[in-house]
C-alpha cells in the first residue's frame, strides 16, 4: 500500500513544481512595467546602460548603480558616482 501513496504523492509534488517553474518563466516574459537608460559621466569617463523593472523608480536606481559599478573603484567614488547627476535619464513603459 506505501507504494502507489508514494507514487502519488511524487506525481503531486511533480506537478506543483512544474506549476511552479511555468509561473516562474511566465512572469518573467509577461514583465509589465518600465525601462530606463540611464547615462553618466563620472571622472572623465562615460556609460550607458538600461534596465527593466516593475517600478520606475527600481529600475532607474538599478540602472544607476550599473553605471557606477562600471565607472567608479571603491566604495567612496561609487558613492560619490551615484550622486553625479545622470546626462542622460530615459523610461518608458514596457508594452
Known amino acids: ?17 512544474l506549476l511552479f517553474m511555468g509561473l516562474v518563466v511566465w512572469r518573467t516574459f509577461h514583465l509589465q512595467g518600465v525601462r530606463c537608460e ?13 534596465v527593466e523593472g516593475e ?16 565607472l567608479s573603484s571603491g566604495v567612496t567614488d561609487g558613492m560619490a558616482c551615484a550622486r553625479t547627476p545622470p546626462t542622460k535619464d530615459v523610461c518608458t513603459p514596457i508594452d
Do not use: F, K
Not at 500500500?1 to 513544481?17: D, I
Not at 517600478?55 to 562600471?70: K, L
Open 38 to 50: 540611464v547615462c553618466i559621466t563620472h571622472n572623465g569617463r562615460s556609460q550607458c546602460r538600461s
Open 1 to 17: 500500500m506505501a507504494a502507489p501513496r508514494r507514487r502519488t504523492l511524487s506525481r503531486l509534488a511533480l506537478a506543483a513544481l
Open 55 to 70: 517600478r520606475e523608480e527600481d529600475a532607474r536606481q538599478a540602472a544607476v548603480g550599473n553605471v557606477c559599478a562600471y
